[in-house]
């Protein structure tokens, strides 16, 4: 599996709880961090937040204190990453993109870092 593939998208009133998931191959040598984007309509995509290898996470300001990122391993070759969001609102209204940051190993050096988008998941809050 090349890209990550993302889960967990649907339709929740406002004040309403999703959490995402993003299955991908696991942490490779050159995988910098998997991070979650977000694109409503006629909106550019943006920023929601990441996570590393060491489970280091940042969350967009504006985001803070409601989206939280987590990740665990459930076995040797899948690796989840969750996006839980709460106290959802209609403009939460979006598109959910999970990318993969990785780059190619070159003896222990990691260069031509890449993006590998999924194809995203729809999630919907109404009023």
């Known amino acids: 599996q090349v890209q990550p593939e993302e889960s967990g998208g649907g339709s929740v009133q406002s004040g309403g709880s999703l959490r995402l998931s993003c299955s991908f191959s696991?942490?490779?040598?050159?995988?910098?961090?998997m991070s979650w984007y977000r694109q409503a309509p006629g909106k550019e995509r943006e920023f929601v937040g990441d996570?590393?290898?060491?489970?280091?996470?940042?969350?967009?300001e504006s985001l803070k204190g409601r989206f939280t990122i987590s990740q665990d391993s459930k076995d040797n070759e899948k690796t989840m990453v969750y996006l839980q969001m709460n106290s959802l609102k209609p403009e939460d209204t979006a598109m959910y993109y999970c990318?993969?940051?990785?780059?190619?190993?070159?003896?222990?050096?990691?260069?031509?870092?890449?993006?590998?988008w999924g194809q995203g998941t729809q999630v919907t809050v109404s009023s």
């Open positions: 990318k993969e940051m990785r780059g190619t190993r070159v003896l222990n050096a990691c260069i031509a870092a890449e993006d590998y």
């Open positions: 696991g942490y490779t040598y050159c995988t910098y961090d």
């Open positions: 996570i590393n290898r060491n489970g280091v996470t940042h969350i967009a």
